[in-house]
């Protein structure tokens, strides 16, 4: 199936950990993000790759820390979890600029920190 | 600095009836706006793409609408299902500082 596809579906750690959360597409798409949708369901953008560069970085934590070893993966590293990391995050590709194709999401990764 | 809104937060409705979703934006500067569906624990399903330059988009029984002037969307739905109970998003792209920014959804209950 071509998608975009994130391991694991849920995620529960305790507060201190340091967790990954991995993306990939197949989609043959230049850009990838990572977004959190916190629990009043707004979803904010964090990062945003194209070609395995950096093009956006939101105001986020240094705690958090995207990698990209090839265009069709984007994974999230995040270390010394925060009770306030708690959240759904999605990984997204497009197409180029979003201009023409908007986005693709993955089905989310539910992060739980005890 | 670009504010999407989404009004109602929630709607129910009667299954068989056809109903309209709305989604504002403040700064009319964008390159398109985007529709999605989102079910419970799930991810996001992309509906309709409108660019800045088109009005409408149709897929099935979905209708999107834009009106870039006043900064406003419709997303219709016609003989509404209780398979179309979701929350509803709109996204749109804008060419200030080249982001897309979300609303925060409409939950859409279809009682059979």
């Known amino acids: 199936d071509t998608a975009v596809s994130q391991t694991p579906k849920y995620l529960v750690t305790q507060m201190g950990n340091d967790k990954s959360i991995k993306c990939e597409q197949n989609?043959?798409?230049?850009?990838m993000y990572w977004y959190k949708q916190d629990s009043k369901k707004f979803l904010k953008i964090m990062f945003s790759y194209n070609n395995k560069e950096l093009i956006i970085n939101e105001t986020v934590p240094n705690r958090f820390s995207p990698k990209s070893p090839d265009k069709a993966h984007l994974n999230l590293h995040i270390n010394s979890l925060e009770l306030g990391d708690s959240a759904v995050y999605f990984c997204?590709?497009?197409?180029?600029?979003?201009?023409?194709?908007?986005?693709?999401f993955g089905s989310g990764t539910r992060l739980t920190v005890v | 600095k670009q504010e999407v809104t989404q009004i109602p937060a929630a709607l129910s409705v009667p299954e068989g009836e056809n109903l309209v979703l709305n989604c504002s934006f403040t700064d009319s500067a964008i390159y398109n706006l985007q529709w999605f569906r989102q079910d419970p624990g799930k991810g996001l399903t992309s509906l309709l793409l409108?660019?800045?330059?088109?009005r409408e988009q149709t897929s099935g029984r979905l209708n999107a609408s834009l009106d870039k002037s006043s900064g406003r969307s419709t997303l219709y739905i016609a003989a509404s299902q209780p398979g179309d109970s979701a929350t509803y998003l709109c996204?749109?792209?804008?060419?200030?500082?080249?982001?897309?920014?979300f609303g925060p959804g409409t939950s859409l209950s279809v009682i059979p």
């Open positions: 996204a749109v792209y804008e060419t200030s500082y080249d982001k897309v920014i």
């Open positions: 409108i660019q800045s330059s088109q």
């Open positions: 997204a590709s497009s197409q180029g600029a979003i201009l023409n194709y908007g986005y693709t």
């Open positions: 989609l043959g798409h230049d850009t």
